[in-house]
RNA sequence: GUGGGAAUAGCUCAACUGGCAGAGCACCGGACUGUGGCUCCGGCGGUUGCGGGUUCGAUUCCCGUUUCCCACCCCA
């Protein structure tokens, strides 16, 4: 049997509702707030998430679903040329055909910058396949991922397979532009497509964008509950130039004041807002020298995750929940030690206007965002019955994303909201929500499949739900389905009926039964 | 990617130290020919995730594998 593939899963009724309602009440709310809808692309370039979201983050090094498109095969001469006067150790181009078998040949590889290369692109017969297996880690088609490296395959695995090289931006910068391969990607996050699609269409010349988009992303994680390889988020970003209000603590406190109120409307109870300020990049590059040389000489205490992210990521040693950790954290020094006047200015103002409107808050000076674009204002909410994974949306401002991708200066904030996690919490306080119909039409004896059809045509065109029985079903079984389906009256369609134009029209929860004639049971059934 | 647990009917779950694969719900039919929910009776439903091994015999024990769950890593 062909089941869905890995930490892929279908959305079935009646859970489908509840993903309608979440949806359907964001539109109101975000509309109120003048947001309008974006779609963009599932998948872009590459580098276009290498560049927004940042080259070392867990996202883009390992975490993405990435493909080769547009490299012909003949350019693969270049590409060889290229690779081979690049890294002259490489001789196992020798003796490869790319189109035959090659049992014996070892796998051709280079050892660079403390890193295994493997080249690319031959034929791999089921001997070298399972040499490789023990070294890898198998996926069935598309990717192999080995400690190293990745190894992304145009066909199916066993046939042709092709190494990706770690350093590949590298090889697509240098390569004549019209041999490039074109690397593309499903999207991990939508906030980088929209704001590709800001500049791509010069909506700066519009003034003030206020954006927001439904829809799946994809990563490749290891799947847990809540966490899967589509998702699904919910975001909106606010983004234009700054003489525009881009930049305003308005904006900042508008979002948080919006997505409180769209909390309340879906009625999630229990929810906290933090926020913090993780000030601009020129900022946080003083902040993480100085936690870098504060931690210098306490590291070699702290948990073994501690001693890694203290010299790859030094921010994120603020997240760490090792009891033991605690006190060394506490003496660390903070991000708010660093901000400068208007930074610090926009934060306060934030501040006010959230007292101001009503919205409480936390302020965690220790919270971080992953991502390398954001800027000052960052912020999440939790929530408490969501285990380990206890955020179910989190966000914040990126003044200088657009510049990076090679835009206009266009100061931003947005967020974005895991729509699974938040389903999840809804289906804890509400259950489920069942689709109901209006009105059950069973048609009764032979030949009223034909009146019945017209009365449900008539019916449904007045906007109430009908389901359809059959002639040839039993009464009593009638009875039965439409209870089932939540019908709330059942109208009898039989000879009698049909002849006097007046039907038997029956509530199912009070047991009442009327004659109404024709013309009035829109009217009867709607009331 | 790492560690632990699990996988049996459409769903929820049983099956003792290895001995005929079961129940409840759901579904279909009947009691009941144009009037439902209740009740009773009957029926359908399975390659016990997949592949190998041990055994006279495996849902049960062992190995591999896949998927899910939990935690880690990481994160909107």
Known sequence: MIKAVRGTRDLLPPDTALWNFVEKTVREVFEAYNFQEIRTPIFEETQLFSRAVGEETDVVSKEMYTWEDGIKAADYAVYKKWITARNPNVKAWQGINPNAASPAAPLPTWHENGQDYFVFSYRLTPEVMNELKKAAVFRDKGILSFNNLRLVTAQAIPDTVRFDVENLSVICETLPVDTRPIWQTLR???????????????????????????GPQFRRERPQKGRYRQFYQIGAEIIGPKSAGSESPVRDAEILEMLATLLDRLGIKGWTLEMNSVGSSAERVKFNEALRVALEPVKDKMCADCQRRAVTNPLRVLDCKV????PIIEKLPRISQFLDEDSRKHFDQVQEILKAVGVEFQINDRLVRGLDYYTRTAFEFTHGALGAQNAILGGGRYDGLSESIGGPPAPGIGFAIGEDRLVMTLQETMGSVQQKADVYIAPLGNGMNIEAARLAR??????LVAELGDETFRLKKSFETADKIGARYILIVGENETKSGVFALKNLATGEQVSVPRSELAVKIKG
């Open 458 to 463: 008539e019916l449904r065109r007045g906007n």
């Open 188 to 214: 991990p996050e939508n906030t980088a497509g929209v704001v590709r699609a800001y500049i791509e269409h010069k909506l700066e010349k519009r003034g003030l964008n206020k954006l927001y988009y439904i």
């Open 323 to 326: 009891p033991e950790d605690q």
